[in-house]
């Protein structure tokens, strides 16, 4: 058996070493956040996850793109989705929307909405776009929440901002910024397989 305090030792050792202690940037252009209290320096920092992959990501998106909560999500899908004309969007790759999503949602990786992917003006047609190829109308538009894996993720924000590129009203466009993280994380059931 080991002693105690021996034990202690490898623990404190093990946490401060930098394979369980990683720091990481929080957003592109800050590794820390400092500010006073009580005339001391405080400083926010952050383990785990590398940014750029893994930003945390601003609660706002983009003007008159409003960010949910879970209940909203699900009053978005009762209300909505259920009377056909709204979608609730996962925005991650196959392989993990298939592991589980949002009851509900419809896969369209965060990549398909780039402004480059030749078959952007399909997607947009089949989201009630009509006139794509010459002067689109929004107004037959599906109203739509994009969600990824969670707040340090960039693919729902870089897909809502493509669909602002191409027209898209913010008004037709809602962000779960929680993603499935937080949808699993307070025990909310996913489908698998949908």
Same mark, same amino acid.
């Given at each position: ?8 030792? $490898?623990? $404190? +050792? ?7 202690? *990683? ?6 252009? +800050? ?24 930003? $945390?990501?601003?609660?706002? @998106? +983009? ?5 949910? %909560? ?9 209300? +909505? @989705? ?23 949602? @419809? ?40 969600? %990824? ?24 466009? *809602?962000?779960?910024?929680? %993603?499935?993280?937080?949808?699993? *994380? ?9």
């Amino acid at each position: 058996m080991v002693p105690v305090s021996r034990a202690v030792a $490898v623990t $404190v +050792a093990c946490l401060g070493s930098p394979l369980l202690a *990683q720091s990481s940037a929080i957003t592109e252009t +800050a590794r820390t956040f400092s500010f006073s209290m009580h005339g001391e320096e405080v400083t926010i920092t952050r383990r785990g996850a590398s940014c750029p992959n893994s930003c $945390v990501q601003p609660m706002s @998106v +983009a003007p008159g793109v409003a960010t949910l %909560g879970e209940l909203e999500v699900i009053a978005f899908l009762q209300n +909505a @989705v259920s009377n056909g004309s709204g979608l609730l969007i996962d925005v991650r790759m196959p392989t993990s929307f298939s592991t589980g999503a949002v009851p509900g949602a @419809v896969n369209v990786p965060a990549a398909t909405f780039a402004p480059d992917n030749p078959y952007r003006p399909d997607l947009l047609s089949a989201m009630g776009v009509t006139g794509v190829d010459s002067a689109p109308s929004f107004a037959s538009a599906f109203s739509i929440v994009l969600y %990824g894996r969670g707040t340090d993720d960039k693919d729902a924000p870089n897909a809502i901002n493509s669909l602002l590129d191409a027209g898209y009203p913010a008004g037709k466009i *809602q962000y779960y910024r929680g %993603g499935i993280s937080d949808w699993t *994380q307070i025990g909310l059931n996913l489908s698998v397989g949908q």
